[in-house]
């Protein structure tokens, strides 16, 4: 079956680091592009990180500098790495794979999305 | 990077057909890329990719949705309005330099 769980949620206070975890089966991480996106409760959807097929990795304003997204090809596992969390962090985190276009670039949209993990910033 | 701008709300009836705008600029929707996507979302439930590349349907979706762009506008029409359309929806365009805005979403209501 092809799926990404998203698992590492939680309550963490305010200036802390949290790791996420998006394990996929079905298909291989290392051949995807893939990114996290969240959305806080009752907001919008908000685009956090994506990992090209190469390697490479960009980030929104609001995260540059404080979030990482590495990934294991070994494991097919995705992570985010959060670091100097803020209240304002706090939203529900999707993992999701690009979408193919037929063509060697991304299209930067995804058709297959995990359920989630809650991350709660609060003291 | 500013959000797309999304009416807050629009609605129709069954059968009828309806029309969500996504208003963004030269740098997002109105670049080359055409790298604009339409996200359908049910309360409690997962995003859903509904259009990609501005007009593609993927693979399921229904024929009743349908993506167009003119200038720095995109939108998304569905006819045949039916109960199940009832939704969020959101729009989200490649802005370039490798990054991704997203609108702020529209909640279709099916009277």
């Known amino acids: 079956e092809v799926q990404l769980v998203e698992t590492g949620g939680g309550l963490v206070q305010p200036g802390g680091s949290l790791t996420l975890s998006c394990a996929v089966s079905?298909?291989?991480?290392?051949?995807?592009?893939m990114t996290w996106i969240r959305q806080a409760p009752g907001k919008g959807l908000e685009w956090v990180a994506i990992?090209?097929?190469?390697?490479?990795?960009f980030y929104g304003d609001s995260v540059q500098g404080r979030f990482t997204i590495p990934r294991d090809n070994s494991k097919d596992t995705l992570y985010l790495q959060m670091t100097s969390l803020r209240p304002e962090d706090t939203a529900v985190y999707y993992c999701?794979?690009?979408?193919?276009?037929?063509?060697?670039?991304?299209?930067?949209?995804?058709?297959?999305w995990g359920r989630g993990t809650l991350v709660t910033v609060s003291s | 990077q500013s959000a797309l701008t999304q009416p807050p709300s629009a609605s129709g009836s069954p059968g009828q057909s309806v029309t969500i705008s996504c208003s963004g600029t030269?740098?997002?929707?109105?670049?080359?890329?055409?790298?604009v996507s339409w996200y359908q979302q049910h309360p409690g439930k997962v995003p859903k990719v509904m259009i990609y590349?501005?007009?593609k349907r993927p693979s399921g979706v229904p024929g009743r949705f349908a993506g167009s762009k003119s200038g720095n506008t995109a939108s998304l029409t569905i006819s045949g309005l039916q109960a199940e359309d009832e939704a969020d929806y959101y729009c989200?365009?490649?802005?370039?330099?490798?990054?991704?805005?997203f609108g702020g979403g529209t909640k279709l209501t099916v009277l």
């Open positions: 999701a794979r690009g979408g193919s276009s037929g063509d060697y670039y991304a299209h930067w949209y995804f058709d297959l």
């Open positions: 079905g298909f291989s991480i290392s051949s995807n592009y």
């Open positions: 990992i090209y097929v190469g390697g490479h990795r």
């Open positions: 030269s740098n997002d929707v109105g670049n080359s890329h055409n790298y």
């Open positions: 590349d501005v007009t």
């Open positions: 989200s365009a490649y802005g370039g330099d490798n990054n991704l805005v």
